[in-house]
């Protein structure tokens, strides 16, 4: 089971969800959230490592494209020494994350990960061009990059 659920984080420091969102941010140019993935109830990245999300959203839709043509893709969280790695097994893609804390780690199908992350990342791009409209195109430029 593959959840993915991206986070915005309100002036108050509270987590709302981002497709339950209805203020736009404080601060166009930093926007601060967090994306959740657990894989099969593991947690590989979560709240605790919120970040600047629309730039870590731009990241890993890069990674998609990436990972489909060279079997591995990496990135650093914008703003913190995390590093988010997909590396393709067979049909499985190994989904980890890597920090001062150790590392967290979980197989799935590649396919169903894939799958999930266009879905999560369609509504955070569509949901982010609503709130920040100055925005869209570089939020629709990450949604095709996803999508490709």
Known sequence: MIEIETYLRDSGGTFVQVDA????PADPDYV???????IHGVEIIGISEWDYVDQLWAYVAS???QLSTTGYAATYFPDQ???LSFRQQGSQVLVSAKSG???KRASVSTSDF???LRGAGAVF???????LPENADSYSESRRELLS
């Open 63 to 65: 990674m998609v494209p």
């Open 32 to 38: 601060e959230g967090a994306v959740r993935i657990a």
């Open 101 to 103: 804390n150790g590392a």
């Open 125 to 131: 791009f569509g949901k982010m061009s609503e709130l």
């Open 114 to 116: 894939v799958a999930a």
């Open 81 to 83: 020494p995390i590093e």
């Open 21 to 24: 969102c209805v203020t736009r």
